[in-house]
């Protein structure tokens, strides 16, 4: 710090584009989305190294450089409200500190009991690629779901400190393997079934990455013959129409030629 100025690396600075009414997030806050919304929330603030803030890992400021953290929890008060429906703002109680908000928040919204979890699991067995939907809007919706449960169970790690077993990593390894043979599971079989079997009979095995990227490119490949079909019939209905209104209007005008009458002539139009 130099000449009183904050570095920027610092938590509490804030550059002239950081402002109160900024919206750090597009996800709103409405109450049954609060897992979507504080994921989208974390990242942000982590991104813009505020996040310590609200976890309350951030180190005090002496006496002199208080009014350097009322600012930047100000500010983070603001970017919440801002992402946070108009509705629920209204019930909301006056907070000056970010994290007690937060802790408000979760604690209100964040029901963390046996019933979310089941009803996640429901909707992770039932989520299914419907007929209307692309393998990445399939793909985000599952991988949507496993994070809400992760986040309302997350997995045991080792608290000592002393283990060498990598328990966190075989964690992960096992979430990924559930996610892969869930995503294959949910697949729209009558499209995707040669390709299915093809990832399930690899070796060594497929992960989930590659199943996302193969199915990617099936449905592209797929994609661009379904596209001429439909260029090819499009031109066919235009046809048939441009026929279909020339005939009409052949027949329209013969039959407003017949109304005509020449007074000179005195005979009708034809």
């Not at 550059?15 to 109450?31: A, E, F, R």
């Not at 992402?83 to 006056?94: E, G, Q």
Request: proline residues 3%.
């Amino acid at each position: 710090m130099e000449d009183g100025k904050l570095d920027p690396s610092s938590p509490y600075y804030l550059g002239s584009d950081d402002q109160p009414g900024n919206t750090i997030t597009h996800v709103i806050l409405k109450g049954d989305n609060y897992l979507a919304w504080s994921r989208a929330i974390t990242l942000s603030l982590k991104s813009r190294r505020k996040f310590v803030f609200i976890n309350g890992t951030i180190t005090k400021p002496t006496k002199k450089k208080l009014l350097d953290l009322e600012t930047v929890n100000s500010m983070l008060v603001s970017w919440i409200l801002r992402t946070t429906d108009l509705i629920l703002v209204a019930s909301i109680p006056y907070f000056e500190e970010a994290k007690r908000l937060w802790d408000y928040l979760e604690h209100r919204f964040c029901v963390s009991n046996g019933l979310r979890i089941q009803q996640l699991c429901a909707k992770i067995t039932d989520c299914k690629q419907l007929s209307s939907m692309s393998i990445e809007e399939y793909y985000t919706k599952l991988i949507g779901l496993f994070d809400d449960l992760t986040r309302l169970k997350p997995p045991h790690g080792c608290e000592c400190g002393l283990c060498t077993c990598d328990v966190a990593g075989k964690y992960a390894t096992d979430r990924e393997e559930e996610v892969f043979h869930q995503f294959l599971i949910g697949i729209d079989d009558t499209l995707y079934t040669v390709v299915h079997t093809n990832l399930l009979s690899q070796q060594p095995a497929a992960d989930l990455n590659r199943a996302y990227q193969t199915l990617l490119q099936e449905e592209e490949s797929r994609g661009i013959g379904r596209g001429k079909a439909e260029l090819d019939r499009t031109k066919e209905s235009a046809h048939a129409f441009f026929v279909s209104s020339a005939r009409w209007k052949g027949a329209s005008d013969r039959q407003d030629k017949a109304k005509l009458y020449c007074s000179h002539c005195q005979k009708k139009g034809t």
